[in-house]
Every structure is written in structure tokens, then in C-alpha cells.
């Protein structure tokens, strides 16, 4: 009996001691948040956090609106070349078109020219004949 004495003695004891660790720890933390330290670093680590983030959202709006320049630039360049490639292809329809033209006039001429010659050769050959 004097054995499961002792052992339940040893382990109040034992508890005991984590007990009081425990609770000079809590003690210590009450302490700081009684100081207002804990709570003042807490604000200081909350207000770094959000100062490297406003940082890097003003870097990524800059970044953002150069991007968006850029993009713009290059649409207006596009666009100046594009309406070049187009007027200039616009000037070579034109052309080709009075080079069709030309030639169907030349074509509407030959083929008159052709049913003049085809009707001289019918006389000439009833003539023949």
C-alpha cells in the first residue's frame, strides 16, 4: 500500500510541477498582454504586413499600367499599319482594276476588230465563189 502511496505522491508531484510551469507561462504571457507589449507588437508585425503589401500592390498597379500603355502603344501601331497595308492594297486593287479595265476595252476591240476580219473573209470567199 505504502508503494501505491508513494507513486500517487510522485505523480501529484509531477503534475504539480507542470502545473506550476504551465502556469508561470501563462503568468508571463498575461503579463505581456497586461504591458500592452504583446499587443503593441502584435500591431507592429500587423502593420508591417500591411505596408509590405500596399508596396507590392502599388508595384503591381504601376506594373499594370505600364503594361496597359504598352498594350495600347502597340494596338496604335498596329492600327498605323494596318491602315497602311490597307490603302496600299486598296491602291493596287485600283490599279489592277484599271489594268482590267484596259484590257477588256482592248479585248472588246480585238473581238470587233475579229468579227470585222471574219465578215471581209466571208464577202472575200462568197466572192470566190
Known sequence: MRNKDDALLQSLVFLRSILQYENQALKQRLAAFESGQKIQDTRDKHNTIVQALNLKNRQLEAELVKAERQAAAQYQNWAVIRDSVKAECKREIEQKNKVIAA?????????????ELKQILTSRTKMVY
Not at 103 to 115: C, F, G, P, R, V
Open 103 to 115: 484590257l477588256n476595252t482592248q479585248l472588246e476591240s480585238k473581238d470587233a476588230q475579229i468579227e
